[in-house]
């Protein structure tokens, strides 16, 4: 019970916090269930049980806030007959279970007042700005008492699709609506939630002050509607009724372009629902229904195994193509060594696999049980050995070789980002992809990879369109500034804001810099022994120094005059922290304040001149350290009166 309390949080956190997955849905439920059948064997229930904890925790880049009542998840059944039993001769509304981001949202006098993600089910991320610009949330209504409901924030499969197709590369895609949209709603900047179409679909009213809705859950429904609100489509049903009714919705979820992963039956008798009461995780009046899974069929082809930069190396699954929900499937991650031995593959074996919520294909089932497939013993890259090693029960294979091509992934990833190289195109997986063939070895090979046209072209998710746009930002990227190759080399401690004042101490002659010792770098502003350590460090390296000089021969360093006189921020050093609304993000207001002369940095110290903080009276951790060292807060506006 323990092994799987631990299995099933770790995959819940992955997937709601940190919106990837390590576990398909198939197994989460397999597991989840067999947890729950021991619990209700033993009577034992341990704390950190997923049976009595739900949703993911917040994050700390958004305010936290504790809702006024504990949200709660469903208990569900994939059995129809079980859905018309639970009813028990009742009336119940049956409706969509969406599959995005759960919001609540409080309305005041008529105008929108606060909305707060779901979280854990007690404490959510206030996404009040994004919520705003939600494309059919109504700001104002024409109700003025205290309001508040819930309801999903979606992003339909047509806006997904079109998001996507303006991705050239195909590792940059997004995986799937849920995950496009968890990110889209948790934004600081809500310029880009704005973007995304993400829509909301109210399906339960939670305080309305003063209303009487008859005890009557359509009619809190109508209610919502006539303020404005799109609700969540429903059908009123008995148990005469509803399995025709679910017969409607699983006809219609065919061509639905809203994201989907079931049904939700709620009891239409509001008081008789309340009398039923909860358990620790349920409530009693509503239930939900998930549909099952679309299986097919298939041979399993090979296993590739696919090395990452922390010297993971993934096992993905190549099976004979089949159709599943419309598209053709032929590869399936399998996770880890542990997964695959649980489900004892072997090439010729017969397999089941189906797309976890339509979107993600995984294996099912393996129907012949061969457990024959032979665990690399060599890194496909390197070809040095590989190990497998035990983390919290499961098991995965790694490369090694410290020396290893695919473990330099992060290092140029760092060279092409944004503050860097700014190279587009060349995602951490397509990088992955190049230093895996051989294409790239050191950072100036990024600046040949015209040699490999015909190879880059015929690869998956590359045509000539994708390929040409890749070769033109890294021809753009030739003329760059000094500060931005010294961060992007990846110099240990160095950023580009120290990049930046090495730079103009040095007054960008990189031969000088190269000749710099400890002390001298010391005594700059902001650079103490350690930076200046590592700086002299890496130029000490005879092979670092040689792959820079290969470099310098493929770049043209331009070096912008700097006016004296603009320097107005000189030796003044300030903290951004919270969203913003006179800049489109933090980015943009720290290259002002260093264009001027100042340093930016991402803690609050003594040697700190303000503090940006639009919320001044936030107990956050930068205001309170700011308070306890007497360091101004101010806000935007404060900013730009008195130092712009």
């Not at 990024?446 to 015929?458: H, M, V």
Request: net charge negative.
């Amino acid at each position: 019970m323990k092994e799987l309390v631990s299995t099933l949080n770790c995959a819940a956190k992955a997937y709601y916090a940190q919106d990837t997955e390590i576990m398909s849905n198939f197994e989460y439920d397999r597991l989840y269930d067999e947890l729950t059948a021991l619990e209700e064997k033993t009577g034992v229930i341990f704390a950190n049980s997923p049976t009595i904890h739900v949703g993911y925790e917040a994050v700390d880049e958004l305010p936290k806030e504790r809702h006024e009542k504990a949200m709660l998840s469903l208990g569900k059944t994939k059995n129809r007959e079980e859905l018309r039993d639970w009813l028990n001769g009742k009336e119940a509304l049956l409706s969509w279970k969406l599959d995005g981001l759960t919001i609540v949202l409080t309305f005041f006098e008529g105008k929108l007042a606060k909305a707060v993600t779901r979280g854990n089910g007690e404490v959510g991320e206030v996404v009040t700005n994004n919520a705003k610009v939600f494309k059919n949330v109504p700001l104002s209504i024409p109700f003025q008492g205290e309001l508040i409901l819930r309801g999903e924030a979606v992003i339909t499969y047509s806006d997904f699709e079109e998001i996507n197709s303006r991705i050239e590369d195909v590792d940059a895609k997004y995986k799937n609506p849920r995950n496009l949209c968890s990110g889209s709603v948790r934004q600081l900047n809500n310029e880009v939630t704005a973007n995304r179409n993400v829509m909301f679909y109210a399906f339960n009213l939670v305080k309305a002050d003063g209303v009487d809705f008859e005890n009557s859950r359509e009619k809190q429904f109508l209610f919502l509607k006539e303020q404005g609100f799109d609700v969540v489509e429903y059908r009123k049903v008995t148990p005469d009724t509803i399995l025709d009714d679910i017969a409607y919705f699983e006809k219609k979820i065919e061509n639905y372009d809203v994201p989907s992963d079931g049904l939700v039956l709620t009891l239409e008798d509001i008081a008789y629902g309340q009398s039923l009461g909860m358990t620790a995780k349920f409530p009693r009046d509503s239930i939900a229904f998930k549909w099952a899974d679309e299986l097919r069929e298939t041979v399993l082809k090979e296993i590739e195994w696919s090395p990452s930069r922390t010297g993971l190396i993934n096992p993905v699954a190549i099976f004979e193509p089949v159709e599943l929900e419309g598209t053709t499937v032929s590869r399936a991650s399998v996770h880890n060594i542990s997964i695959m031995r649980s489900l004892k593959l072997g090439i010729g074996d017969h397999i089941t696999v189906y797309k976890a919520n339509m979107i993600i294909p995984q294996i099912a089932e393996n129907l012949t049980g061969s457990d024959s497939i032979e665990i690399p013993v060599v890194c496909p890259v390197c070809g040095q050995p590989t190990e497998i090693k035990q983390i919290n029960d499961v098991q995965s294979l790694y490369c090694v070789n410290p020396a290893c091509d695919a473990k330099k992934i992060k290092s140029f990833t760092l060279f092409v980002s944004r503050d860097a190289m700014n190279i587009d195109g060349l995602s951490e997986a397509t990088l992955e992809k190049f230093i895996g063939k051989g294409f790239i070895h050191e950072y100036a090979d990024i600046f040949k990879l015209s040699r490999y046209e015909e190879e880059i072209t015929q690869m998956e998710g590359f045509g000539e369109k994708s390929y040409q746009k890749l070769i033109n930002s890294i021809e753009a990227a030739r003329e760059t500034n000094l500060p931005r190759v010294i961060y992007g080399l990846g110099i240990a401690n160095i950023g580009l804001a120290n990049a930046k004042m090495i730079c103009k101490h040095y007054r960008y002659d990189l031969a000088a810099m190269q000749a710099a010792n400890v002390e001298e770098l010391s005594e700059i502003e902001g650079i103490g022994e350690v930076i200046a350590g590592t700086f002299c460090d890496y130029f000490k390296d005879e092979k670092n120094v040689a792959q820079l000089q290969n470099l310098l021969e493929e770049i043209k360093i331009v070096t912008e005059a700097v006016d004296e006189a603009s320097q107005t921020l000189t030796g003044m050093s300030f903290v951004i922290t919270g969203s913003l609304e006179h800049y489109s993000n933090r980015n943009e207001l720290k290259d002002i304040i260093e264009s001027k002369g100042g340093k930016v940095t991402g803690s609050v110290t003594s040697k700190t001149t303000c503090l940006i903080n639009n919320d001044v009276t936030s107990n956050s951790s930068k205001n309170k350290k700011a308070k306890e060292l007497g360091i101004r807060i101010i806000s935007e506006n404060d900013f730009n009166a008195e130092y712009l």
